[in-house]
């Protein structure tokens, strides 16, 4: 499809979410982004845009560098209509509620945190942590420790996590590259659900979270995410000021439908700027056919590429799995 935009000389606007290029690890969406035909597919589009709209400053950046990409930044939004009509729940006084929600990938967000955790649930008996989705094994199944498993609806897991009534939400991520062009996520559900956050000192949170006001924002440090973290326990109007701030800064730059009006800016400009080619019938046509047969072809390249990175994925393990034996049989 955009080689026959190309060809044909329309203009398009492309919107990308992640840094596909720094994608680490390994796993069938891994080895997708991976893959020769994938990297020059993409490379193709972000090149030949007339923009590319992004989330992260940090991925516009990329893009222009690598690419000479023309970029816009757009901030991603929250749809405040999920927490419409929901009451407030109910207050738990003499309880503190610490939360984080994330799945098994963000195990190595925890490893220098998860120490500061420990010491608080041992020094702050009136804490209580609730993990959604992903629990670190170290903390699944100690006393004050929740664990709700992970759920489909993205609309369930907002009401849910408002239900919970968390006091202070976490948001540890690792220093990887892949990890820098991430978007402020947690600063935006937090934000919005009126809960004070801690964030660790990466660009995602850095370009968004206002220190000591919004938000605090910490190194990745054992130590400092336990200051940061006893901080607010022990102090509850500092929790309550920075989550009213917090949810004023979302409600003024993220919400959904603030985020919409700059689209919908977007998109004018672009539909006035442009000149869309007028094409025939018999042109429509020809192109259609065209277009099946190129997708069709670069399917089936893609699928034999797949195939031959998980067998050899398979290979590679099968043998870690028999030098591992070998070792322990000598």
Known sequence: ???????????????IDDNFWELQGEGPLIAYYQAKEVRETLELVVRNAHTVIVNSPHLGKYLRDHFAASVIVLPAPFDFSLLSRLEPPPAHEHEV????AGSATREKDFIAVLPALERVLAERPQVTMHFFGYCPPL???????????????????????HASALDIGLAPMADTESNRYKTNNKYREYGALGIAGVYADSPPYRDSVK??????????????WYRAIVGLVDNPQQRAAMA???YEDVRKHYAQDVVAMQWRALLEEFQRSVRMPRLSRAAISADTCWIRGAGWLARQKLRVHL???????LLARMVRTIQGRMKGAA
């Not at 220190?211 to 400092?224: F, P, Y």
Request: charged share 25%; hydrophobic share 40%; glycine share 8%.
């Open 1 to 15: 499809m955009v080689k026959w935009m190309l060809r044909r000389k329309i203009p398009y606007l492309y919107y």
């Open 97 to 100: 509620r610490i939360g984080f």
């Open 139 to 161: 903390l699944h199944g100690k006393d004050r420790v929740v664990y709700h498993p992970h759920m489909g609806s993205y609309e369930d897991f907002i009401r849910f996590k």
């Open 211 to 224: 220190n000591g006001v919004t938000g605090l924002i910490v190194r990745q440090d054992a130590e400092a």
């Open 244 to 246: 009213a701030a917090a």
């Open 307 to 313: 195939r031959y990175v998980r067998a050899r994925s």
